[in-house]
């Protein structure tokens, strides 16, 4: 059971823009910055999105962040079927004291 | 730019223990902690915990104090992950991560596959 939720998948179409949420709570999302990752399958997830919004170099402004409350959304433009792969969102839970992740989302492109 | 190479994968019996190194290169060592996550086939990212590079400082995740112990070699710029008391559920990819901050993990090694079987 992750401290974070996200759905399991979402699917659009080719150049169709897909947003997928990750909700927690005041002790993670509400009071810490929120970071998302890209994971292909049998390789090691790759930085997409930090400080909530903030994007490193590199990664394509198709790509962006936001956050709200105790919720943050990762939003993906002109989706290309390149970017078929498992997104995660993580933060810092300051009650646990740990990083935390979602249960990961599988994004299917149509 | 930044590198964190881990170990091979590694065949263990229950009740084992297993040490898995992160060789790291392009940064400065000592002004990031690293973090340890891992993933178990089919399921999601768990952080297990993080050392300072720059003291070895450490923090693990409830689920694993008691049995696991991070460290660093400063003249090597290498982390490592010991976990002692394998069972079959701590198989899992193992990866080790340049810390941005709290909330970010970096960059990211390969992973190391941890088999536990008896």
């Known amino acids: 059971q992750s401290v974070l939720t996200q759905p399991p998948s979402v699917s659009a179409a080719p150049g169709q823009t897909v947003t997928i949420s990750c909700s927690g709570s005041?002790?993670?999302?509400?009071?810490?910055?929120v970071s998302w990752y890209q994971q292909f399958p049998g390789t090691a997830p790759k930085l997409l999105i930090y400080?909530?919004?903030s994007r490193p170099s590199g990664i394509p402004d198709r790509f962006s962040g936001s956050k709200s409350d105790t919720s943050a959304t990762l939003g993906i433009t002109g989706l290309q079927t390149g970017d078929e792969a498992d997104y995660y969102c993580?933060?810092?839970?300051?009650?646990?004291?740990?990083?935390?992740f979602g249960g990961g989302t599988k994004l299917t492109v149509l | 730019q930044v590198h964190l190479v881990q170990s091979g994968a590694e065949v263990k019996k229950p009740g084992a223990s297993v040490k898995v190194s992160c060789k790291t290169s392009g940064f400065t060592f000592t002004s990031y902690g690293i973090s340890w996550v891992r993933q178990a086939p089919g399921q999601g990212l768990e952080w297990v915990g993080w050392?300072?590079?720059?003291?070895?400082?450490?923090n693990y995740a409830q689920n694993f104090r008691g049995r696991v112990t991070m460290t660093i070699d400063t003249p090597t710029t290498t982390a490592y992950m010991e976990l002692r008391s394998l069972t079959p559920d701590d198989t899992a990819v193992y990866y080790c991560a340049r810390d941005r901050s709290s909330s970010a993990r970096e960059n990211w090694g390969q992973g190391t596959l941890v088999t536990v079987s008896s």
């Open positions: 400080d909530s919004g």
């Open positions: 005041s002790s993670n999302i509400g009071n810490n910055y």
């Open positions: 993580g933060t810092w839970d300051t009650s646990l004291n740990a990083a935390v």
């Open positions: 050392v300072s590079g720059y003291n070895g400082a450490t």
